[in-house]
C-alpha cells in the first residue's frame, strides 16, 4: 500500500539512503554528487527536510520517491519555485508512485508559487516525457550544465506555469 506525504525531520536517515542512491545510480542526473552528499552528517539531511518541501512516496513504510520544491526567499523571485531531488526507486517506476508524489507537490506548489522550473538532462527521454505529460514545457537548453566524469551534460529547462 503506498502513502505520499511531506517529510518530516524524523523521515532523514530514509531520505538520506534513497537520496544517496540516486547520486550513486544516476550521477548525471543531479547537480550534486554522490561523494560530496554522502559525507554530509544526517543532520544536514535534518535541515534540508525542516527548511523546504519536501514529497515522499511511501510503499509499505519504506520511502520509494521524492520530489523536492524550494521556493527562493528573494521577493523578486518568490513567484517561482524549483523542482529538485525527483527520484523513483528502480522497482516502484512505472507504479504510479511517481504521479502520487509529483500530484501532492504541484498542489502544495500551486498555493505558493505561479510557476515552477526544473532542468532535466537532453538524454532523460523518460523523465522529459513524463513532466511533459504534467504540464511541463521546455523553454531552453543550458549547454554543458553538469560536468560528470570528465563529459558534459546538456540540460532542458522546463517550466509549468500554475497560475
Do not use: C
Not at 89 to 95: A, I, K, P, V
Not at 96 to 108: E, K, P, R, S
Not at 124 to 153: H, M, Q, S
Amino acid at each position: 500500500m503506498s502513502k505520499v506525504r511531506r517529510l518530516l525531520p524524523g523521515d532523514a536517515e530514509a531520505f538520506r539512503s534513497l537520496r544517496l542512491e540516486a547520486l550513486h545510480r544516476h550521477p548525471d542526473a543531479f547537480g550534486s554528487s554522490h561523494a560530496e552528499e554522502s559525507g554530509s552528517p544526517l543532520s544536514s539531511f535534518v535541515d534540508r527536510i525542516a527548511g523546504g518541501y519536501i514529497a515522499g512516496g511511501f510503499v509499505d513504510g519504506q520511502l520509494d520517491a521524492t520530489a523536492g520544491l524550494l521556493i527562493p526567499a528573494q521577493a523578486k523571485l518568490r513567484h517561482k519555485g524549483m523542482l529538485w531531488g525527483v527520484y523513483v526507486r528502480e522497482n516502484r517506476r512505472g507504479s504510479g508512485l511517481a504521479d502520487a508524489v509529483m500530484a501532492t507537490l504541484l498542489a502544495h506548489a500551486a498555493e505558493r508559487v505561479e510557476q515552477i522550473h526544473l532542468s532535466v538532462a537532453v538524454t532523460n527521454r523518460r523523465a522529459i516525457g513524463f513532466y511533459e505529460r504534467l504540464g511541463f514545457e521546455p523553454f531552453a537548453t543550458e549547454p554543458r550544465a553538469l560536468k560528470v566524469d570528465g563529459a558534459y551534460i546538456d540540460e532542458l529547462l522546463m517550466v509549468k506555469v500554475m497560475r
